[in-house]
Every structure is written in structure tokens, then in C-alpha cells.
């Protein structure tokens, strides 16, 4: 029926639907809008307080230990293999290396890295070179990290991925990593489950263990530096869980 043909309570009756679509549409979109800022901001906040963990009080206090010797680490992630909202997990491939001077009986290789909240899939050595006081090792690690995904803009959104890696048979007595953010990275053409890197960054931070789990020869829980690597990534399509 042409608009002409209707009557004045057709016509009411058709400008009032088209108007409340309208409405409907525009709160929809404000909503929409409305969450993926308030998403966005608690992502920043959640991306700068995982770098953040290194306080001052850390810092002077690890600053008197003239054993210590501190390592410069960094990491660079190549790829992200999977992502799952429904898992709460995802999957990483990243190179990890560590960098010091004296120390020579330091090694991060074999079974001394630990990912805390993770599982390392597998770990292929790339570098072990030692040459008189400097010493340098890289390797190349996929592994598996749990992660409390916020669902609540699927199938939009930014996500904050994190994780923390530690060399468990060292103290903070023994070693301090300092973080490498000069060359440390994420390889910009990263596309994983729809996702897009959107900055990346690295930390370190002392994390002590709740108690001396039994141990005799401890007087207190040990204490051992970790380096924290974040990513915020951005969503670029539809795709699943």
C-alpha cells in the first residue's frame, strides 16, 4: 500500500514503528558503544598494572644485594597459536633470551624456567654462547597460559594478555632480571582467532612464594624475579569462542 493510499491512522500507526525502531537501534548502538569504551579503559588499566608491579621498594631493596647478578631478558612473540574465551586459555610462541656478565654457572636452560599459571608445550634451545665474562642464552617457547577472558563485548572487544616466567632454581639472592624493552616485541603481522596486536610491553617483578612449603632450610618463603610480558589485543572480526 502507497503512503498516499493509507489512512491518518495508518499512516500515525507506521511513523510511530519507524520511529521506535529507530530508537530502539540508537539505544542499542549506544549501549554497544558505551561497553566497548568502558571495556577499552579497564584494559588500559588492567595493561598498566601488570607492568607496574615492580615497585620502588623491590627495586631498593634488590639494589643492596652485591651478590645478585643482574640479567637482561626480554621477549619477543611471534605468534599467538590459539585463543579460547571458552577454555579461558591461550597459546603462545614467543623467543625468550638472558643476557649477564660474571656468573658463570648461571643457566636458563633445560627444566629452570617456570611460567606461572602456564604450561610449557615445548622449548627449542637457540643460542648458548659463553665468552670469558659475558654470557648470553635464547630459546624459542610455545606454551599454554590460563586466562580469565572478559566475555562481556563478544564478539568485540580488546583483550589483555599476560604472563609471567621465572627461572624457579634461582633466587632474588642470586638473580635480578632486568628487563630488555629496548628489543623486546610482538611481531606486527600477529593475527590470532581474529585478533590484532594493538602494543606490547615488558616488566619484571619480585614474587615470594606464600610459605617454605615444608622445607627445613629455609627461614622464610623464597622470593625469585619474574618478568611479566602484556599484550593488548583488538578484535578485527566476528569469530567464535
Avoid at 13 to 20: A, E, M, P, Q, V
Avoid at 39 to 68: C, G, H, I, P, Q
Avoid at 96 to 106: C, D, H, I, V
Wanted: glycine share 4%; net charge negative; aromatic share 10%.
Amino acid at each position: 500500500m502507497k503512503w498516499k493510499q493509507m489512512t491518518s491512522h495508518q499512516k500515525r500507526k507506521l511513523s510511530f514503528g519507524f520511529l521506535l525502531y529507530i530508537l530502539t537501534a540508537a539505544l542499542f548502538l549506544g549501549h554497544v558503544v558505551r561497553t566497548m569504551l568502558i571495556e577499552k579503559n579497564l584494559a588500559d588499566v588492567e595493561y598498566a598494572s601488570t607492568l607496574d608491579s615492580f615497585s620502588t621498594e623491590n627495586a631498593d631493596r634488590t639494589a643492596l644485594s652485591a651478590d645478585t647478578v643482574p640479567v637482561t631478558s626480554g621477549a619477543y612473540v611471534e605468534t599467538i597459536k590459539n585463543i579460547s574465551l571458552k577454555d579461558n586459555a591461550f597459546r603462545v610462541e614467543f623467543i625468550l633470551w638472558f643476557r649477564w656478565e660474571n656468573g658463570q654457572n648461571l643457566s636458563f636452560l633445560e627444566n629452570n624456567l617456570h611460567i606461572r599459571n602456564g604450561t610449557i608445550n615445548h622449548m627449542e634451545v637457540l643460542e648458548d654462547y659463553h665468552d670469558g665474562a659475558l654470557h648470553y642464552q635464547s630459546m624459542r617457547i610455545d606454551a599454554t597460559i590460563s586466562k580469565n577472558f572478559d566475555a562481556a563485548c563478544f564478539p568485540l572487544g580488546t583483550q589483555v594478555l599476560s604472563f609471567y616466567i621465572s627461572p624457579e632454581n634461582y633466587t632474588s639472592d642470586t638473580v635480578i632480571l632486568v628487563p630488555d624493552t629496548e628489543n623486546s616485541g610482538i611481531n606486527s603481522n600477529l593475527s590470532a582467532s581474529g585478533y590484532s596486536p594493538i602494543r606490547s610491553n615488558i616488566s619484571s617483578t619480585l614474587l615470594r612464594h606464600l610459605n617454605t612449603m615444608g622445607n627445613p632450610l629455609l627461614n622464610e618463603p623464597e622470593e625469585i624475579s619474574h618478568l611479566i610480558v602484556a599484550l593488548e589485543l583488538n578484535r578485527n572480526s566476528w569469530g567464535l569462542f
